[in-house]
């Protein structure tokens, strides 16, 4: 029994490194193309997305009859006038389906050849369209805070090309960091920060995959967690370090 037992466990340990040495296998296959999409797609986001949305803010703005538009200028703008509240509704839509459209086809493109059914780049950015539907849910918010706010700002090298990066304000971090342990409370945020990354590692993985809304799929992360808990947050974040 002892000896059947060592065995099993010999043959697991050597199943687990065939999977690692096949997935790594797949990426590096896969990872020219997503490159490629990448660097398409930011190229798509920078000469034209952003541009039409600046010109598009400013039209608002104009409306309005504010030329030039300071902190508190534009947080009255944004949140007491209709324009305002408009122009928020139109960018965080937009941003938000950008960001989407691009995680699916790189999610599908993973997927897709890690599970031997090859997919071209082509065939992933039409197959993406339609996912966009999981966003017509009541967890849309819940997904424009997570991927407009948590993935910039985490600065894990995950985030899109609407807003690849997101830093904490100064004069946030400066009236934190005041008081006797005022130096412990940034890095305790930063902290808080990654371990909130980590802990929705799956999330986007899900929603894309399984066609599901943002909330279904947090849940569905817990779960995963629950169900694996380091092992596969530990092979995930590999990917995400391979990545950056």
Partial sequence: ALHMGYQNMQTSELSRKIRLKQSILSFRQVLPTILLFDLLYRGVTLLIVKPLLSLFLQAMLNITGIQLAFNASLAEFFFTTFPGILSVAVLLIVAAAFTYYEFSVIVLLVYGDKNEKKITLRG???????????????????????????????????SSSMLP????????????????????????????????????IFTLPVMILKGKGFGHALHANFRLLQASGLRLVGGYGSFILIWV
């Fill in 165 to 200: 990066q997101l830093a904490i304000p100064n004069f946030i971090t400066g009236e934190l960091a005041k008081g006797k342990l005022g130096f412990l409370v940034v890095p305790a945020l930063n902290g808080i920060i990654l371990v909130l990354f980590f802990c929705t």
């Fill in 124 to 158: 992933s950015m039409e197959r993406a369209i339609p996912l966009l539907k999981s966003l017509v849910t009541p967890g849309f918010f819940g997904f424009a805070v997570y991927a407009l706010g948590l993935l910039p700002v985490s600065n894990m090298g995950f």
